[in-house]
């Protein structure tokens, strides 16, 4: 019993917390976010961009991750300073969490329908920044929110993340349902390519780092 017991220690030591923060201040937006990977869908987000916080929880949730944010920005004049800088901080505690990516699967996708709406995501956690959105976004505004504005969002944190995003929507005719789609994809994808695969000695990669 006493053997078992220190085997179970051993083995809790060896996992590594993957979680990080950041705060990030301009003359634009005051942000101070934090993300554990290895969470359990518990979000608290206060951004001043409700529609914004509405698709993190579902990204948070579906990615079974821990996100914390709180934004302070500039939205008197509009959400784009306040969404862009989300995403750019997103993107940089994403990769400081995942750290030296040992073991991962690198590699996830997901395809999410939303009543009338599908849309698809695949990642791929290179080190390599590269984003494409293909599909059509019908309307441009849902509530107050400008829906060009997901573009932005996700671009700036593929960019910070260091990874290649692929979205594909591949149908819809409700702006609401395909954007959450995209956010629940993109979860899901995520969650999947940071999954810890006992297979994988070191870094899945044929140059032995990403």
Not at 123 to 128: A, K, M, P, T, Y
Not at 193 to 204: C, E, F, L, Q, S
Request: charged share 30%; aromatic share 6%.
């Amino acid at each position: 019993m006493h053997v078992l017991l220190n085997q179970g220690l051993k083995r809790r030591e060896k996992i590594k917390v993957r979680e990080a923060s950041i705060e990030r201040k301009t003359n634009e937006t005051d942000i101070a976010l934090s993300m554990n990977i290895d969470g359990e869908g518990k979000s608290s987000i206060k951004t001043g961009v409700p529609f914004l916080e509405h698709m993190l929880d579902l990204f948070t949730k579906h990615g079974q991750f821990d996100l914390d944010i709180k934004a302070n920005g500039d939205t008197e004049i509009d959400d784009h300073h306040t969404t862009e800088d989300i995403g750019i901080c997103l993107g940089s505690v994403f990769k400081d969490a995942l750290g030296d990516k040992k073991g991962i699967k690198r590699y996830g996708q997901a395809m999410v329908p939303m009543d009338d709406a599908l849309a698809q995501v695949v990642v791929d956690l290179s080190n390599r920044p590269h984003f494409e959105l293909k599909g059509d976004i019908p309307a441009s505004q849902v509530g107050t929110f400008d829906t060009e504005l997901v573009d932005e969002f996700l671009w700036k944190f593929a960019l910070e993340a260091r990874m290649n995003l692929h979205v594909i929507i591949h149908y819809g005719r409700n702006t609401h349902h395909i954007i959450e789609a995209v956010f629940k994809a993109l979860g899901r994808a995520l969650d999947e390519a940071t999954m810890i695969d006992p297979r994988v000695k070191g870094v899945p990669s044929t140059k032995g780092m990403l």
